[in-house]
């Protein structure tokens, strides 16, 4: 009997997780769209509230009525002219988790950065993943610039651009069910990445958290082309 009750207990455990995941997931503010996450607001509204992950490279979109617009987060420093087309408009890092106030021309809100959370989706450190490649040899996904590449990756390393990654999906389908160790410079790109082949249905997706930089620290090997 007591094995029984903790069983159904476990399986309870188990399905209020993955339902408050799913539930993350569907509170995600805008869309993820050539690498970025493009973010609608109301210039007319100072309670603008958004959410994104952390590792996410923002960018906003209005309407165009307003025009260009000042935005500033003073907490993190940020400060630039915003235009309605996102395209034209500059991006930001979101690198800490935490609640940031923001201001759009007289409007404004709050920008909550929560950490990515799923069940195929893990971070590794740079010692962690050492033992990764070692032991389970993934496919390894490099998603920064090919300038970058040349400078310093992974032996092995496969690269897809972040802003190149959604248009590039295809060329991975055949790796949705193997094991995928994903970089970039400092943990940022590789963690939108992450979560665009979440999305797509890749099952086993690992992310070096603090990036190639730290990998290189550590003393682990990689490559440079001169």
Known sequence: MYKKTALFLFIILISSVVFCQAGNS??????I???YRVLYVDPASKD????????????????EKFASLAFAMEELKYKDTLFPVHKKSPFFKMKAIGTYSFTLGEAGGSITVVDLILPNYTEVTADEAADLL???????????????????HIEETHLIPIQQLQARIAEL?????????????????????????????FKRIYNLRYGIYDWARKGHPYITEK
């Not at 569907?26 to 869309?31: F, N, R």
């Open 48 to 63: 603008n509230r958004l959410t994104v992950y952390r590792g996410d490279y923002i960018k906003f979109s209005y309407p």
């Open 33 to 35: 769209i050539t690498g």
């Open 173 to 201: 389908e055949s790796k949705k069910h193997e094991d995928i160790f994903i970089y970039c410079a400092t943990g940022n790109r590789s963690t939108v990445a992450s979560r665009i082949l979440a999305d797509r249905g």
């Open 26 to 31: 569907e509170a995600m503010s805008g869309k």
């Open 134 to 152: 070692k032991n389970l040899h993934p496919f390894i996904l490099d998603v920064r610039t090919p300038g970058e590449y040349r400078q310093i």
